[in-house]
């Protein structure tokens, strides 16, 4: 059984995967990935790969076409705001398409958001007619701004990019989803393993966005079949409604009202 369809700004999908296409080893490895996670949105890189770069670019951006799949490109690698906002432009005249996965990063180390430039260039992009797919912290007043803002999607971390550390408050990450309820969310970055994607899926996320834990995997193909089925189930788990947690033992056969075959006499 697969979960529900969803929309991303009025875009209907199936899959809740959304897929990245770097650190393959290599082109066809990556198509046969994306394949097998029956993700209906891969993101691109503008800085990684350009029709105008190389002879490789273009085949590269050949073999992204024919998967014929929703494009999600990132202004990965921007520092300030000037620098995304530009990157954005030209991602939207290369790929034709008003979505863009909004980076604007603010320490090389952890690769973490900063808060105020991120904020700055969404209004600056919703402005100038772009659907903005913001990855940001998971800081509950940060993502009330960028929704005030105008963002229908939020996409905060669970860990920072590539650390595979999984969802490391998951306290934050469900004040979010409790907070903000018409919003999309989405986990971006620090998925390790499909469990950590069935425990945000749990907790009522509506997709996750991953790359490395797909790409690094010593078999690409086959991890991307284990996060598609690991999500479609953490949403599975939500839809139906998780049993509570409880401090005593509660009999699974209640010792009053048994059926008639277990009575004697």
């Not at 600056?124 to 659907?131: E, M, N, S, W």
């Not at 550390?165 to 018409?182: D, S, V």
């Not at 086959?222 to 949403?235: C, H, P, T, V, Y």
Request: aromatic share 8%.
């Amino acid at each position: 059984m697969q979960a529900s369809s969803w929309q991303v700004y009025g875009q209907e999908l199936s899959s809740r995967l959304l897929i990245g296409t770097a650190l393959y080893p290599s082109p066809h490895v990556m198509i046969d990935a994306i394949r097998a996670s029956n993700a209906d949105v891969i993101t691109v890189s503008l800085r990684r790969q350009t029709l105008s770069q190389s002879k490789n670019g273009e085949q590269f951006w050949h073999l992204i076409e024919a998967l014929n799949r929703h494009l999600l490109p990132n202004t990965a690698g921007c520092y300030s705001v000037k620098e995304a906002v530009q990157t954005a432009h030209m991602a939207r005249e290369l790929f034709q398409t008003d979505w863009i996965k909004l980076e604007v990063l603010g320490d090389s180390f952890n690769l973490q958001p900063d808060p105020f430039a991120l904020l700055e260039a969404t209004k600056i992009l919703i402005a100038d007619g772009f659907k903005v797919f913001p990855y940001c912290t998971d800081d509950l007043v940060l993502c009330q701004k960028l929704a005030d803002a105008g963002c229908e999607v939020l996409m905060p971390w669970g860990a920072p990019i590539g650390t595979g550390q999984g969802l490391l408050n998951p306290y934050a990450l469900r004040t979010l989803r409790e907070r903000l309820p018409e919003i999309t969310l989405l986990v971006d970055a620090g998925i390790g393993k499909p469990s950590d994607a069935v425990q945000a899926m749990e907790l009522g996320y509506d997709g996750i966005l991953l790359n490395t834990a797909v790409a690094e995997a010593l078999e690409p193909v086959l991890m991307a079949e284990a996060f598609k089925q690991s999500i479609n189930a953490g949403r599975l788990a939500y839809e139906a409604g998780i049993m509570p947690k409880r401090d005593s033992a509660k009999p699974s056969t209640p010792i009053l009202d048994q059926p008639i075959w277990q009575q004697h006499g």
